[in-house]
Nanobody, 116 residues
């Protein structure tokens, strides 16, 4: 199983980025997917999740209204559209795949840096 996160970069506050997570080696359409992030010196935290059928999403309070998670099962890819980025969104963003409530597979992370 491979989860390849991409799309990170250096942006200014207020800018937008779209992260992608390309999955291979698993029946993607049967797995729920999620995004997590870890800021320097902090623990990893939940950002957003989407269920396998693309019908239910959930977000951390800190990103509600600014981030949108989506997936394209035909492309085995998940996305995170991040708008109105803030310096506190600076972190390494990880994608993960879950079956049920447990995340079984993790990607390598992509760095997002938001300057003020």
């Amino acid at each position: 199983v491979q989860l390849q996160a991409s799309g990170g970069g250096l942006v200014q506050a207020g800018d937008s980025l779209r992260l992608s997570c390309a999955a291979s080696g698993l029946p993607f359409s049967t797995y729920g997917m999620g995004w997590f992030r870890q800021a320097p010196g902090k623990e990893r935290e939940f950002v957003a999740t989407i269920n396998s059928s693309n019908r239910r999403t959930d977000y951390a309070d800190s990103v509600k209204g600014r981030f949108t998670i989506s997936r394209d099962n035909a492309k085995n890819t998940m996305y995170l559209q991040m708008n109105n980025l803030k310096p506190e969104d600076t972190a390494v963003y990880y994608c993960a795949a879950r079956y049920g409530f447990d995340y079984h597979f993790w990607g390598q992370g992509t760095l997002v840096t938001v300057s003020s």
